[in-house]
């Protein structure tokens, strides 16, 4: 898209309004628009192909295809793109159809003559392609009818999947770039910074520092220039909540640091982002590019005097870049590792300068806070931590995805109305929040409000929003091993307790789910994690043995299971197993002994076989290649 295509750049809010005008009525006009995942999931997933099958079918049929949102189309016209992320990933390829909010899902390229004969051309919904619940077979035509959707609150992910990403004018249609206008032509950055505080806004990435307070910070501190940072570093296994975000609607993102800029006195930002996103640094490029042309990005912002310029940071993908300190040492072409604090950025942060560091989730609700008032924004959620949460909900949960809930929604809701429950009728044992920074919740949470002070007194935290759910099945002691894997990894090196400290909890873990542990080594383990958790540098260093010690307060029985009655309860760890042939079963097709990677079974052909238990690893294989059942673990 060139200002050609816009008609001219937008010199004054009056033409940001004509223009939000044109946009939206040729949005809300007869054309039907088909509007296909674009996100990483979809994509990965195929939906390429499907738009391209799209829009084949709708050629082969002699269709009127609108090329561009603002041509003059005849009734009947339709426009097929590329949408951001709609959350419900696991059911994807998704394609939405508007005006008449069709949701259809697991779409695959042949199904594209279905879609063009019946929705297209005769309004109708393509039954088979609509979501159904598995457990009560019923079937949902729109979106707003499923139930994953239905107990969600959309405020952040509201567009996402509605408008297409790469169009700066479908944004503005969704009254997109309206704050900023306001915030330049009507407020002082005293009054943008005062409606941010009154509103509550805590930082989404984890911390949950009061982003007013923060904005009032740098606003005060003097420099003679100032930064706002995006912090769009997501780390966090199993987390994508930042990345849909930037790549369904980036303009909010670019919006939020446009307002941040003048509410504190910047005139320049950065967006780190981690080079493993490459569809989201690519539409946030797309997004810089159309905002300058449009002039509301650059100098002299729709005619005003505040001029503010975004640069793309790619990071090499360090879980500890995370942290402020060491993300802006990155930006500055350093070695990404945390620095003591104070000073703290907002005094002195990128080049030495004032500077505000907000994660995406952050960034992407000011302009809506802006617009619908610091009261409407209080009005959802709690009244410590207003507003919505975005989380990745994962794990062995019916439903995986994307989810946007009101701060203080509880864990069985997010679990059995959002999630579906468990799968394959298991019993629920535990969610890790948090990520690898956070700590594990069980059945006794699950009336626990997901706000930032509850959680934190119970051991846990938001962190940037991600939760794995887990069956009766999961070990433990396994989960702790898995996440102080991850972060011993990813330390830094910088402070010996995060570096050596990590690496010994990494051991005592290995030892204990190995059938080598002792209870002295739970003893030893704990003291280490406090120690870790009491004495590292920085916060990602001082949340790592949270998985550690939430395990352990609310799971100690399985740790000493594991080192007393040398049994691990939910049966996963491989040492603990003990593996045999029952010869009544066992027809002697000797697939086992074939596929032991060490020769521990043996027997002759059509005769029953057995199992060397001094030879065995205990790896599993021969139990799962046996097609009769005669491998008893």
């Given at each position: 898209?060139?200002?050609a295509?816009?008609?001219?750049?937008?010199?004054?809010p009056?033409?940001?309004?004509a223009?939000?005008?044109r946009a939206?009525q040729?949005l809300e006009?007869?054309c039907t628009?088909?509007?296909?995942c674009?996100g990483t999931?979809?994509?990965?997933?195929?939906?390429?192909?499907?738009?391209e099958?799209l829009n084949a079918?709708?050629?082969a049929?002699?269709?009127?295809?609108?090329a561009?949102?603002?041509?003059?189309h005849?009734?009947?016209a339709?426009?097929a793109?590329?949408?951001?992320c709609s959350?419900?990933?696991e059911v994807?390829?998704?394609v939405?159809?508007?005006?008449?909010?069709?949701?259809?899902?697991?779409v695959?390229?042949?199904?594209a003559a279905?879609i063009?004969?019946?929705?297209?051309?005769?309004?109708?919904p393509?039954q088979h392609?609509?979501?159904r619940?598995e457990?009560?077979?019923?079937c949902?035509a729109t979106r707003?009818?499923?139930p994953f959707?239905?107990?969600?609150a959309g405020?952040v992910l509201?567009?996402c999947?509605?408008?297409?990403?790469e169009?700066i004018r479908q944004?503005?249609a969704?009254?997109?770039?309206?704050?900023l206008?306001?915030?330049?032509?009507?407020?002082t950055?005293?009054?943008?910074?005062r409606?941010v505080?009154?509103?509550?806004?805590?930082g989404?990435?984890?911390?949950?520092f009061p982003t007013g307070r923060k904005?009032?910070?740098?606003?005060r501190s003097?420099g003679?220039?100032k930064?706002i940072?995006?912090n769009?570093d997501?780390g966090?296994?199993?987390a994508f909540?930042d990345?849909?975000?930037?790549?369904?609607?980036?303009?909010?993102?670019?919006?939020g640091?446009?307002?941040?800029?003048?509410?504190?006195?910047?005139?320049?930002?950065?967006i780190?982002?981690?080079?493993?996103y490459?569809?989201?640094v690519?539409?946030?490029?797309?997004?810089?590019?159309?905002?300058e042309?449009a002039r509301?990005?650059g100098?002299?912002?729709?005619g005003?005097a505040?001029?503010f310029?975004?640069h793309i940071?790619?990071?090499?993908?360090a879980?500890?870049?995370g942290e402020?300190?060491?993300?802006?040492?990155?930006?500055?072409?350093?070695r990404?590792?945390?620095s003591?604090?104070?000073?703290f950025?907002?005094?002195s942060?990128?080049?030495?300068?004032p500077s505000?560091?907000?994660?995406?989730?952050?960034?992407?609700n000011?302009p809506?806070?802006?617009l619908?008032g610091a009261g409407?924004?209080?009005?959802?959620g709690?009244p410590?931590?207003p507003?919505?949460?975005?989380?990745?909900?994962?794990?062995?949960?019916v439903?995986?995805g994307?989810?946007?809930v009101?701060m203080?929604a509880t864990l069985k809701?997010?679990?059995?109305k959002i999630?579906?429950?468990?799968?394959?009728?298991?019993?629920?044992?535990t969610?890790?929040?948090?990520g690898?920074s956070?700590g594990?919740?069980?059945e006794?949470?699950?009336?626990l409000p997901?706000d930032y002070?509850?959680?934190?007194?119970?051991g846990?935290?938001v962190?940037s929003?991600?939760?794995v759910v887990?069956?009766?099945s999961t070990?433990m002691?396994?989960v702790?091993?898995f996440f102080?894997?991850f972060?011993q990894?990813?330390s830094?090196?910088?402070?010996?307790l995060c570096r050596e400290g990590t690496?010994?909890?990494?051991?005592?873990?290995?030892?204990?789910t190995?059938?080598?542990?002792t209870v002295?080594?739970?003893?030893l383990?704990?003291e280490?994690?406090?120690?870790?958790r009491?004495?590292?540098?920085?916060?990602?260093?001082?949340?790592?043995?949270?998985?550690?010690?939430?395990?352990?307060?609310y799971?100690?029985d399985?740790?000493?299971?594991?080192v007393?009655?040398?049994?691990?309860p939910?049966?996963?760890?491989?040492?603990?197993c003990h593996?045999?042939?029952?010869?009544e079963k066992c027809?002697?097709?000797t697939?086992?002994?074939?596929?032991?990677?060490v020769?521990?079974?043996?027997?002759?052909?059509?005769q029953?076989?057995t199992?060397?238990?001094?030879?065995?690893v205990?790896?599993?294989?021969?139990?799962?290649?046996?097609?009769l059942?005669?491998?008893v673990?």
């Amino acid at each position: 898209m060139t200002s050609a295509v816009l008609g001219a750049a937008l010199g004054s809010p009056a033409d940001l309004i004509a223009l939000r005008k044109r946009a939206l009525q040729a949005l809300e006009s007869g054309c039907t628009r088909l509007v296909v995942c674009g996100g990483t999931g979809c994509t990965s997933n195929g939906s390429r192909r499907v738009l391209e099958a799209l829009n084949a079918e709708l050629a082969a049929r002699g269709l009127p295809l609108v090329a561009d949102l603002l041509e003059e189309h005849p009734d009947g016209a339709v426009r097929a793109g590329f949408g951001g992320c709609s959350g419900f990933c696991e059911v994807g390829p998704i394609v939405r159809v508007f005006p008449a909010n069709f949701f259809y899902v697991r779409v695959q390229p042949e199904d594209a003559a279905a879609i063009v004969e019946r929705t297209v051309l005769n309004g109708e919904p393509v039954q088979h392609l609509l979501f159904r619940d598995e457990a009560t077979g019923q079937c949902f035509a729109t979106r707003d009818e499923i139930p994953f959707y239905r107990e969600q609150a959309g405020v952040v992910l509201a567009d996402c999947g509605v408008i297409e990403p790469e169009d700066i004018r479908q944004y503005i249609a969704h009254e997109g770039y309206r704050a900023l206008a306001s915030c330049l032509f009507g407020m002082t950055p005293e009054d943008v910074v005062r409606e941010v505080t009154d509103a509550g806004l805590r930082g989404r990435g984890g911390g949950g520092f009061p982003t007013g307070r923060k904005w009032e910070l740098t606003r005060r501190s003097e420099g003679s220039k100032k930064y706002i940072i995006c912090n769009a570093d997501e780390g966090d296994p199993g987390a994508f909540m930042d990345r849909s975000i930037l790549e369904g609607n980036p303009h909010a993102v670019l919006e939020g640091m446009a307002i941040a800029g003048y509410a504190v006195g910047a005139d320049e930002g950065y967006i780190y982002c981690r080079a493993e996103y490459p569809l989201a640094v690519k539409r946030l490029r797309v997004a810089i590019r159309q905002a300058e042309e449009a002039r509301l990005l650059g100098e002299c912002i729709l005619g005003s005097a505040f001029n503010f310029r975004i640069h793309i940071k790619e990071g090499a993908g360090a879980f500890v870049c995370g942290e402020e300190t060491a993300l802006i040492s990155s930006i500055e072409g350093r070695r990404g590792m945390p620095s003591p604090k104070p000073p703290f950025p907002a005094q002195s942060g990128l080049f030495g300068m004032p500077s505000v560091v907000n994660n995406v989730e952050t960034l992407a609700n000011v302009p809506r806070i802006i617009l619908n008032g610091a009261g409407w924004f209080r009005s959802v959620g709690v009244p410590a931590s207003p507003g919505t949460k975005v989380f990745a909900l994962t794990g062995d949960v019916v439903n995986t995805g994307l989810i946007e809930v009101p701060m203080g929604a509880t864990l069985k809701d997010v679990v059995f109305k959002i999630g579906g429950g468990i799968r394959n009728g298991r019993k629920f044992k535990t969610v890790q929040i948090g990520g690898p920074s956070g700590g594990c919740l069980t059945e006794e949470h699950l009336d626990l409000p997901l706000d930032y002070d509850s959680l934190r007194s119970v051991g846990a935290m938001v962190g940037s929003g991600g939760l794995v759910v887990m069956d009766d099945s999961t070990c433990m002691v396994e989960v702790a091993r898995f996440f102080m894997q991850f972060t011993q990894s990813e330390s830094c090196g910088k402070c010996v307790l995060c570096r050596e400290g990590t690496r010994r909890m990494l051991e005592i873990l290995e030892k204990i789910t190995s059938g080598r542990g002792t209870v002295d080594d739970v003893g030893l383990l704990e003291e280490v994690a406090i120690a870790v958790r009491d004495g590292s540098l920085c916060g990602l260093g001082k949340t790592a043995p949270n998985p550690v010690l939430s395990t352990l307060r609310y799971f100690r029985d399985e740790y000493l299971a594991h080192v007393v009655d040398g049994v691990c309860p939910a049966g996963s760890c491989q040492a603990f197993c003990h593996y045999s042939i029952d010869p009544e079963k066992c027809k002697g097709c000797t697939l086992c002994a074939k596929k032991c990677p060490v020769g521990a079974i043996s027997g002759e052909l059509k005769q029953p076989h057995t199992i060397d238990p001094q030879t065995c690893v205990r790896c599993g294989v021969c139990l799962d290649v046996c097609r009769l059942g005669a491998v008893v673990a």
